[in-house]
């Protein structure tokens, strides 16, 4: 079972090696044919729109005919997506690549449900750690193959990555075994999900709703920098896919050490509440310092620090948060109506984003997001406040009503 979790976790290393070769560069790309930066929000919304649409068919379908084929399924079709970005030849084309990408991108929900399959459950963290490691390591070590090659074309990665998702999707073909057996299969169809659903019922629970709206304001104006930065930096100091890989993967690097070093060490001290506002408040301060950067591009490099820091702490607290005020019966429901709010969140952002950065200039994107940033530090503030005045500390503590108020 060892075997086939590695093959599971490296479909999804795969997946985010080809997003992270493809993803710094995609500005570039779209610069073939414009200059608006909207034109860049529209196509990362695209893919945040597939994901968003086909991630719970993805699932509900591999519950119906098995996990094995939704995840070859997902693998082929990276393959033809990273091939379609390496030959396309107008917008349009590029647009459909991207949008078989976001729908081949959906396979995460599947991959945990064959890790959850062939684990027990003393085992089952291991293995979804196993795939959040595989998720890391994907985007830094994408961005660096990403950055590498862009010096012979910008189609040189998504060439190199179709070729590494085919080569992946003919060996879990011949490897890689069915993990849900016919009797544990769901007989009845695949219906097309409520989106909006889960998260307005999570929103209706007064305990989780200033931290819900929190992770969307944070989302949005972090999703809107992902998307935007590359232009950013060809706008203000001419950086080309190189630079801005180098940037992409100081990031990650910094990200990761804080989730797998510091996170752990200053977690017992700060508790979550701490987490949240020292996480939030580096974001928002490194946001609105980004004008600072056109004094010497080498501050971006700082910055982005601050943020990956400032995201790998504020998320996981935040997160722990939401769960422990959810109340038990009701802890599924509303994480998953959380994740629904994160994916309008990726939708919205790099839209928002683009059309700042076209009317009101380069910088105003981070004004904005800084604003956003601060607004969502407001409101952990306040309920952590407002928790405290009541006496019971109960913000922090798990509840059995999920009803209760904050």
Known sequence: ????????????????????????????????????????????????????????????????????????????????????????????????????????????????????????????????????????????????????????????????????????????????????????????????????????????????????????????AFAGLQSNVALFTLTRFGWGPQQNAVLFVFAGLCAALTQGLLLGRIQPHLGEAGLVSGGLGIMTIAFAAVKLAQLSDWMLFPLAAMVAIGMGLAVPAITSLVSLRAGYSRQGAVLGGMQALVSFALVVGPLSFGLIFDTLGPDAPYLAGSALLAGAWLLTTLAVARSSLSGAHRLFRPVEDSEAQL
């Open 1 to 220: 079972m060892t075997r086939y979790r590695l093959i599971v976790a490296g479909s999804v290393l795969v997946d985010m090696l080809g997003y992270g070769l493809i993803w710094p560069l995609l500005p570039f790309m779209v610069r073939t044919w414009s200059d608006e930066a909207l034109v860049v929000g529209l196509f990362s919304s695209l893919y945040a729109t597939m994901q968003l649409l086909v991630a719970p068919l993805m699932g509900g379908l591999s519950d119906r005919i098995g996990r094995r084929p939704v995840i070859l399924l997902c693998l082929f079709g990276s393959a033809v997506a990273y091939f379609g970005l390496a030959l396309a030849d107008s917008l349009w084309f590029l647009a459909v690549a991207i949008a078989i990408g976001g729908a081949a991108g959906s396979s995460m929900p599947v991959a945990q449900a064959y890790i959850a399959d062939v684990t027990t459950p003393a085992e089952r963290a291991r293995g979804l750690g196993l795939l959040g490691a595989a998720f890391g390591l994907g985007l830094i070590g994408g961005s660096a193959l990403g950055g590498v090659l862009s010096q012979y074309g910008l189609a040189m990665p998504p060439l190199l990555a179709a070729a590494i998702a085919l080569l992946n999707a003919l060996y879990a073909t011949i490897a890689l075994p069915e993990s849900l057996p016919p009797a544990r299969r769901r007989l009845h169809p695949v219906q097309p999900p409520n989106l909006l659903a889960p998260a307005l019922n999570a929103l209706q629970l007064p305990a989780v709703r200033p931290l819900l709206i929190a992770i969307v304001l944070l989302n949005t």
